[in-house]
């Protein structure tokens, strides 16, 4: 019966996933006919920063949270898992304020250094803090989304999540192309203009995810507090302080995970484009049309597989939780074969379609303009599909 949960949950936020991974890839098709190669490097001026602010200001905290309330819950402890969860809220609205702040002011400071030539053929410098100030705004509601996530997963609920990311990415990609289309097309504005307005979507799309969870949560919250109401606390409840340090311990890992990716992304913007003008000669239009097709497209691509992972790493947290603290260790251990089995099942024959179709795919999927450049780079960047699953899957059982 576990194992079912576990295979049902992790099946619902693969599918859920998968279809945010297809849909994110699909409307990178037309954004990319609209403004270029050079504008997706726009784009990730922005976004990469923001993905690093984001991991840093939610610590790991919102999977925390799910390792936490499965533990408690566990033990039939309802009440601590809410207090903690309630606390959390407050935690992420601050800690996300303040990195809002921080990547907003920072915003030229950054632009200067991804573009330290400000050459004419590549873009333009505050077109990248007009692109890195309207993401930052997201900052503001993700990180709290996060903790409502994660305070379901802990029931092992996963269709909160799987249904708030569908809608999240429907969000944010139907306001990317109508943004886009209405600014260029109708409004006859830059591409700077309307790469910011763009990635003004990851803002609209954790709006949308919000609502959704905020109807989950009116709709169970009164079984949810007569839970609470029946809770077993123990001899004496535990104190803040103490809920806090625990919530740390499990965070911190989860911190060091979550960055790790965000990290070397923010070092290859930081670093590709004066790579290439300085050690190749090339311009910088030219430098950031193999940087908007290696982070951009490419990596698009390759975490498609990378899904089942993503779902996986999420869901085996809370389940493996349980059995641990249950002493439950055949479980336990069936609970990790089954997760590799079914990432290896995925990954590796993805891996080597990508390898040996990666110009044709290349060109079916962005268009036979730089499709040579566009196929070397997705054939060398593949096998990261395999690695990306297996750092993400193990780093959560060891959490766990």
Do not use: C
Not at 169 to 182: A, D, E, G, K
Not at 201 to 217: D, P, R
Not at 219 to 247: C, D, F, H, V, W
Not at 346 to 374: K, Q, R
């Amino acid at each position: 019966m576990a194992e079912n949960k576990l295979v049902r949950g992790t099946m619902m936020l693969t599918g859920a996933t998968l279809f945010s991974r297809v849909l994110g890839l699909l409307y990178i098709f037309p954004f990319t006919a609209m403004v270029g190669q050079q504008g997706n490097a726009l784009y990730s001026y922005g976004y990469l920063p923001y993905t690093l602010l984001l991991s840093l200001s939610t610590l790991g905290i919102p999977m925390a949270v799910s390792k936490f309330v499965a533990k408690y819950h566990a033990m039939g402890d309802y009440k601590t898992g809410h207090r903690l969860f309630r606390s959390s809220l407050l935690v992420m609205a601050i800690t996300g304020f303040l990195s809002f702040l921080l990547l907003f002011f920072l915003a030229p400071w950054i632009a200067e250094g991804v573009l330290p030539n400000n050459d004419p053929t590549g873009n333009r410098t505050e077109d990248v803090v007009f692109t890195i100030r309207m993401v930052s705004i997201a900052l503001i509601i993700i990180p709290i989304m996060g903790v409502i996530r994660g305070y379901f997963q802990g029931f092992q609920s996963m269709g909160p999540t799987a249904i708030s990311q569908v809608v999240e990415q429907i969000f944010r990609v139907s306001f990317i192309l109508i943004i886009t289309f209405l600014i260029l097309q109708v409004g006859d504005g830059s591409i700077g203009t309307a790469v910011g307005w763009a990635t003004f979507g990851a803002f609209i799309g954790g709006l949308g995810s919000f609502l959704v969870l905020f109807y989950f949560w009116q709709k169970r919250k009164a079984g949810i507090y007569a839970q609470i109401s029946e809770s077993n606390t123990g001899a004496e409840e535990l104190p803040l302080r103490g809920m806090y340090k625990e919530l740390i311990r499990y965070a911190l890992p989860l911190s060091f995970v979550g960055l790790a990716i965000p990290l070397y992304q923010l070092i290859d913007m930081a670093t590709f484009s004066s790579a290439m003008t300085n050690g190749f000669g090339v311009s910088d239009g030219e430098a950031e049309t193999a940087f908007g097709i290696f982070v951009r497209t490419s990596h698009s691509v390759i975490l498609i597989p990378v899904a089942v992972a993503t779902a996986m790493s999420v869901n085996i947290i809370p389940a493996i939780t349980r059995s641990n603290t249950k002493g439950a260790i055949d479980e336990m251990k069936s609970y990790i074969t089954k997760s590799l089995q079914l990432i290896l099942f995925f990954t590796v024959p993805a891996m080597v379609g990508l390898i040996l179709l990666s110009e044709p795919a290349f060109a079916a999927l962005f268009g036979m303009e730089d499709y040579v450049l566009g196929g070397h780079i997705l054939g060398m960047y593949a096998p990261a599909a395999v690695l990306f699953s297996l750092f993400a899957v193990t780093a959560a059982m060891l959490q766990a």
